[in-house]
T-cell receptor, first 114, second 113 residues
Framework: GAGVSQSPSNKVTEKGKDVELRCDPI?????LYWYRQSLGQGLEFLIY????????KSGLPSDRFSAERTGGSVSTLTIQRTQQEDSAVYLC????????????FGPGTRLTVT | AQSVTQLDSHVSVSEGTPVLLRCNYS??????LFWYVQHPNKGLQLLLK??????LVKGINGFEAEFKKSETSFHLTKPSAHMSDAAEYFC???????????FGAGTRLTVKP
């Protein structure tokens, strides 16, 4: 079956522009996660959704970051007024209680802010 | 709330020698625990998971981990390292009653010939 997909795979944007990153989770997975991985760093938790609600937004680095999920499926991570320090790989994962919450990761979106 | 601490940011072993990557967790509920591996320029791959069944869990590529509640640990081991094991390893904890999962900071494993 289809895995987690993310788009775009690569995004180059100018400082100050807004970007939208998309995640399509595995069908039926109720939980969806966003992480950020900077060059040579570990995973930084950003936000997770249970259905359409986000019980924990504590990882969002600033108010320039926001995320939404509609219909319990697709999620969009938006970064407003991008800064160079936003450059990273943004990873999305989804999980299901039926699979003991094992996270399935997408390939990531590599964001470069110039 | 739950959290996980990986005690070593970098571990270096010689090929053919044992591997030990340490992980301690904190959880208010019965945890599920996972180890993920990330090879350079590759995606994250699940190595193994503990979900309240057997405390000794066997995973792919000869790795295994033992859940020790008294020590709140879930260390990852392998009897004999291979060059292809060089990668970043992440320990993950999840409360069993919900989907809130937290990653450790990662341990970079280097394997010397």
């Amino acid at each position: 079956g289809a895995g987690v997909s993310q788009s775009p795979s690569n995004k180059v944007t100018e400082k100050g522009k807004d970007v939208e990153l998309r995640c399509d989770p595995i069908s039926g997975h109720t939980a969806l996660y966003w992480y950020r991985q900077s060059l040579g760093q570990g995973l930084e938790f950003l936000i997770y959704f249970q259905g359409n609600s986000a019980p924990d937004k504590s990882g969002l680095p600033s108010d320039r970051f926001s995320a939404e999920r509609t219909g319990g499926s697709v999620s969009t991570l938006t970064i407003q007024r991008t800064q160079q320090e936003d450059s990273a790989v943004y990873l999305c994962a989804s999980s299901s209680q039926r699979r003991d919450y094992e996270q399935y990761f997408g390939p990531g979106t590599r964001l470069t802010v110039t | 709330a739950q959290s996980v601490t990986q005690l070593d940011s970098h571990v270096s072993v010689s090929e053919g020698t044992p591997v030990l990557l340490r992980c301690n967790y904190s959880s208010s509920y019965s945890p599920s625990l996972f180890w993920y591996v990330q090879h350079p320029n590759k995606g994250l791959q699940l190595l193994l998971k503990y979900t309240s069944a057997a405390t000794l869990v066997k995973g792919i590529n000869g790795f295994e981990a033992e859940f020790k509640k008294s020590e709140t640990s879930f260390h990852l081991t392998k009897p004999s390292a291979h060059m292809s094991d060089a990668a970043e390893y992440f320990c993950v904890v999840s409360a069993s009653h919900n989907n809130d999962m937290r990653f450790g900071a990662g341990t970079r494993l280097t394997v010397k010939p």
